[in-house]
């Protein structure tokens, strides 16, 4: 289910930055528009790597209290 949201962040994230940043705010300058864009990718990206290692972190803890039980 995470797959699937980052997933659609990474499609609809930057296209729709790109379209409301050059109608609104660079009042049609597609560089920067496209700037922009291309910094929200890397903002999505950024937080799929975090959601990663934050619940890898969470699988390890828990793999290491299940082997601290079976120890008992």
Do not use: H
Not at 40 to 46: R, T
Request: glycine letters at 8%; one cysteine or more.
């Amino acid at each position: 289910m995470k797959l699937l949201a980052f997933t659609l962040a990474m499609v609809s994230g930057p296209i729709g930055t790109y379209y409301l940043c050059l109608n609104t705010i660079f009042k049609g300058n597609s560089t920067f528009a496209g700037a922009m864009a291309a910094i929200m990718a890397n903002i999505v990206l950024f937080a799929y790597v975090i959601v990663a290692m934050k619940e890898d972190q969470s699988e390890r803890e828990q793999g290491s209290k299940k082997e601290g039980k079976k120890a008992q």
